[in-house]
């Protein structure tokens, strides 16, 4: 399926609502929460981490990854390489994200894995992991046979959209959950501080959207078609 539509615009839309939310979410962090540390006596400081790294690290970097085949018109086997990159850093810091959220809760004797968010935020990470295995060993290297990699592809996208989508409610799910959190806390629910978490949700859920409008639309003319996978030699 496709839109028929060049790509470029909605990437540059995309790149756009990333930095929107990368700000919006540092500024929620540092202005608002107080900042970050992985060591501290204010526990909430290292939770901080948490949001900035799954969403800049996890969500955003995981949708550059999938954009990059439709990004720029560069060589298959240099978009393959970007593609496998990123989603490698996406998956480092979301595992580093997850872990904050585990130190926090352990060093304030707070129970984990009690909520939605956290058994589907364990459940992506987990499938996003065995993805980017699974796509080195067909894709990359050693690299499947031809006719694997071409019964794989499809699966392969599918898979990956499927999780990519899962990352990105989850995300949402997430600030739902601190939001809620904190306003019954005494956070004013018509403060900016509400204000600025419910955009940064938008923003992720908009930049979600528009990646995939990107992957749908035409790639710019490359030297080689962005669908014939091959093993790196």
């Known amino acids: 399926m496709a839109t028929g539509l060049k790509a470029l615009p909605f990437s540059f839309v995309a790149h756009v609502l990333a930095l929107a939310a990368a700000v919006m979410v540092l500024v929620w962090s540092i202005h608002f929460r107080g900042g970050l540390a992985w ?3 204010n526990k909430n400081l290292i939770f901080n981490i948490h949001p900035v790294l799954m969403l800049i690290g996890f969500v955003i970097l995981g949708g550059e990854a999938i954009m990059s085949y439709k990004s720029f018109p560069l060589e298959k086997q240099v978009k393959k390489i970007i593609h496998l990159v990123l989603h490698a850093i996406a998956l480092a810091l979301g595992i580093i994200g997850i872990y904050t959220a585990f130190k926090n809760h352990n060093e304030s004797n707070i129970p984990n894995m009690y909520s939605l968010h956290s058994w589907i935020g364990i459940g992506v990470i987990s499938l996003y992991g065995i993805q980017w295995v699974y796509g080195f060993v067909v894709f990359f290297y050693p690299g499947g046979s031809a006719e694997i990699r071409r019964d794989s592809l499809p699966w392969h996208v599918l898979f990956g959209m499927f999780v990519y989508v899962m990352a990105v409610g989850n995300a949402c799910l997430g600030f739902l959950e601190k939001l809620t ?6 956070l004013a629910k018509y403060g900016s ?11 992720t859920v908009l930049y979600g959207v528009f990646v995939f409008l990107t992957i749908l639309s035409q790639a710019p003319s490359t030297y080689e078609d962005d669908h014939s996978y091959s093993a790196i030699s």
Not at 193 to 203: D, R
């Open 39 to 41: 060591e501290a006596d």
């Open 181 to 186: 959190f904190l306003e019954v806390s005494g």
């Open 193 to 203: 501080e509400a204000f600025l978490v419910n955009f940064i949700a938008i923003a």
